[in-house]
């Protein structure tokens, strides 16, 4: 485990870094106060479909209607406005999803916001605490960093849609921070995979890091989620895990969508063909989770255990055939650890950790719109100043995203590109623990 650390980096806490403790915690709760006060004004000043719109939220309790009323059409059923939404999560989450209809769909909404909020801070409080920060230190970088990460495209598009993505984040993180010895351990992770396969990673990333336990914890409970859709929705679970449905990538819209900042997503649109795409997605795929799943079993090694999670993260957002721009909210974990390595490192190394910082918060931002009260709040990430084709799906050469040229390129997949940076740091910093460590074969077989 890492020491426990204030603002002086790895030296013992005194009565100097006990000030700055103070001075970050009143800096922290300014910006969270400044953020939050913004985002009211911003709500109460836009038109409500321009700042919480909700229409993924909408699609999950229409699936889960679906699911209640006519089981047999959740996987054919289209979403009444845009022909080429269909529910895409698993029967597990219908049935959640149709509990959701209790609520008027306001209310549910603001409730969502204020639950994906409150993720969020919960994410960046735990990633802190795993870095060994502790007391003002770790609140006042808490607020800091959280009213900073609420400001980012990622998070501001996930509460705009009504997603889930922020609350699946805080839950995996939760459960995956949680001590050893603690016999639940994995399986929110478990729930987290039913409701939504991405999180499988991570039940791969635990037995290789010899979580067996925890991995068969985790694996038992996502079992069990496939089980209860088995037994109250029998056709659509046949449908989605025998027919093999949920390898159906497409039926989440447009692969090379522009707000698909995958592998996959890109390597689509630079190929200009969903079919051609794949093979090259499927080798890259397999190169990125190799690497990536080495390298955090490395850092895990080798004491570095939150880094080595981040770094799966990462990994999986590469990977996955589908990473839409909300599910890049891993940033706020992740730079939690940004700062964490800048504020441990001294001189050039510490300036270029915190440039690298600001850089992501740059890259990631929401880029808002005070101004207007008809353009609404999100003009989008810098990915949106790439042409991009309205609710596409299945694949057509007229798209737009087969069309980009110059700048709209790197715009058009600067959050997968920025990943794919950072993810060479994840790399670099993983052969320089193995080297620290005695080598990449000795950390890779190492006992956690």
């Known amino acids: 485990m890492r020491a426990e650390v204030g603002l002086a980096g790895g030296r013992p806490a005194n009565a100097r870094d006990d000030t700055r403790g103070r001075v ?3 800096a922290g709760a300014a ?25 993924d939220l909408q699609v999950y309790l229409d699936g889960g209607q679906q699911a209640l009323h006519h089981p047999g059409n959740l996987y054919s059923w289209h979403f009444d406005t845009h022909p080429g939404i269909q529910f895409t999560y698993t029967p597990f989450a219908a049935l959640l999803f149709a509990v959701g209809s209790a609520l008027p769909f306001r209310a549910l909404m603001a409730l969502v916001t204020l639950v994906s909020t409150a993720a969020l801070g919960t994410t960046v409080a735990i990633a802190f605490r795993e870095l060994g920060w502790r007391g003002t230190t770790r609140i006042g970088a808490t607020l800091l960093l959280t009213g900073l990460v609420f400001w980012t495209e990622p998070v501001q598009r996930a509460l705009y849609l009504g997603q889930v993505e922020l609350v699946l984040m805080a839950l995996i993180v939760w459960d995956l921070c949680q001590p050893d010895r603690r016999g639940w351990k994995g399986a929110a992770t478990g729930v987290a995979a039913g409701i939504k396969l991405v999180p499988l990673l991570f039940i791969v990333y635990l037995l290789l890091t010899r ?20 037994i109250f929705l029998p056709g659509p679970s046949k449908t989605w895990w025998i027919d093999a449905n949920f390898f159906q990538a497409g039926r989440t819209g447009f692969v090379g969508d522009q707000q698909n900042q995958s592998l996959r997503g890109t390597l689509t649109r630079l190929v200009g063909n969903v079919t051609n795409g794949m093979p090259l997605w499927l080798v890259a795929a397999v190169i990125v989770g190799v690497l990536g799943l080495a390298a955090a079993v ?14 799966c993260a990462l990994t999986a957002l590469l990977v996955s055939p589908i990473s839409w721009d909300h599910h890049w909210v891993w940033i706020a974990p992740g730079l939690a650890l940004i700062v964490d390595a800048g504020v441990r490192a ?12 600001a850089a992501v918060l740059i890259v990631y931002g929401a880029w808002p719109d005070f101004w207007s009260r008809t353009a609404g709040l999100l003009q989008g990430g810098l990915i949106n100043y790439a042409p991009a084709s309205s609710f596409a799906h299945g694949d057509n050469p007229a798209y737009a995203e087969y069309h980009w040229h110059g700048l709209q390129l790197l715009a058009g997949n600067l ?4 990943g794919a940076g950072l993810f060479v ?16 074969t000795r950390l890779l077989l190492a006992h956690a």
């Open 31 to 55: 910006v969270a106060a400044v953020a939050a006060v913004a985002y009211l004004v911003a709500v109460a000043t836009h038109p409500m479909h321009t700042m919480l719109k909700g229409f």
């Open 415 to 418: 959050y997968l590109l920025a």
């Open 425 to 440: 740091v994840v790399c670099a910093a993983a052969f320089r623990a193995a080297r620290e460590h005695g080598g990449v």
């Open 346 to 357: 001294a001189g050039a190394a510490r300036a270029a950790w915190l440039a690298l910082a």
């Open 24 to 26: 970050l915690l009143i």
């Open 298 to 311: 490395i850092l895990h090694n080798s004491g570095q255990t939150f880094a080595g999670l981040m770094a």
């Open 211 to 230: 979580k067996f336990r925890q991995a068969a914890v985790a694996t038992g409970a996502f079992l069990g989620t496939v089980v209860i859709g088995f």
